[in-house]
């Protein structure tokens, strides 16, 4: 019996997992490193890099699992997603919506043990990660503000360490804002029939797949100029630029073998390319911060 329990532990422990997309906390974490250890200049305390770390999984993890809830009724529409778990009805709504209050509730905590602006702006940032759910419903721009909602992650590790407002994390903000928009777009290019079927908006959707892909190489670029501007900014090393040229030429892959009908092909442009980016940029940097510059 005992093992029984554990093992349905163990399965619907994987199936949150699988419902928040855990591993894609890659895509704001490196950046939240980057903004500590930039703000701390140098490695923040053990007790700043554990509570800012749970304030991260469960601001992530909440809202995650709040989009699927809200969208669980397209998904189950969407042959691409009705296979999600809400849909085939693997998770309970009832389950969905107790993680959802746990990860919340373990953000503000978190954001407590900080300090204080953390935690009086924690329920502003709930708001802000929640409301994306319903953009799609309404404008194209739902992509740039997924890449907002995903920017309050290095701004806010930001604020962790120093408790105050400063202009280099609102540059690491617009930096992640871009390119997770880019990648975004490009994911939604899979969904142009369906979104306008069913009159949600997209970029891909409302201005067609060659435009929307353009928005993207747009978007990417400036990206790419910001980092560039961030080594001016704060005088940063070799090491660092090296990492920017890894991070162009994925970037670079990343539109060359883009086929929306190719499930395989458009995981690894808009999600495992991605991953690889995050993590080149993070370990570049952190080499240039500590042994180079």
């Known amino acids: 019996m005992i093992l029984n329990a554990v093992k349905t532990s163990a399965l619907k422990l994987k199936m949150f997992s699988e419902l928040v997309m855990f591993s894609h906390t890659l895509f704001s974490l490196p950046f939240a490193v980057i903004s500590m250890v ?21 601001a992530r993890n909440g809202a995650n699992a709040f989009n699927r809830l809200v969208d669980r009724t397209f998904d189950g529409k969407n042959p691409r997603t009705a296979h999600r778990h809400l849909p085939q009805h693997l998770l309970a709504e009832k389950e969905v919506i107790f ?18 602006l953390c935690l ?51 540059v690491i903000g617009t930096v992640v804002m871009l390119w997770i928009a880019g990648f975004d777009i490009i994911y939604g ?11 949600l908006w997209s970029i891909p959707s409302f201005f067609g797949l060659e ?28 090491m660092y630029l090296v990492g920017i040229g890894i991070a162009t030429l994925l970037l670079m892959t990343e539109h060359r073998i883009i086929k929306p009908h190719n499930r395989r092909l458009m995981k690894v442009a808009s999600y495992n390319l991605n991953q690889v980016i995050s ?15």
């Open 38 to 58: 930039w703000a701390a200049g140098g490695w923040p305390s053990g007790h700043m890099m554990l509570w800012g770390l749970i304030a991260l999984i469960g």
């Open 99 to 116: 993680f959802i209050i746990i990860n919340y509730a373990l953000f503000i905590i978190a954001s407590g043990m900080l300090n204080l």
């Open 120 to 170: 009086l702006l924690s329920p502003v940032a709930i708001v802000l990660i929640s409301s994306y759910s319903y953009t799609k419903r309404f404008t194209f721009l739902s992509h740039l503000y997924l890449g907002f909602v995903i920017a309050s992650a290095p701004i806010g590790a930001w604020f962790a360490v120093t408790g105050n407002i400063a202009f280099t994390p609102f």
């Open 189 to 199: 290019t899979q969904d142009i029939d369906f979104d306008r079927r069913n009159g």
């Open 211 to 238: 435009n929307a892909l353009r928005i993207s190489k747009g978007l990417h670029f400036i990206m790419i100029l910001l980092l560039l501007f961030l080594y001016l900014w704060r005088d940063l090393g070799w």
């Open 279 to 293: 993590m080149v940029i993070l370990l570049c940097t952190l080499i240039d911060y500590f042994y180079v510059s």
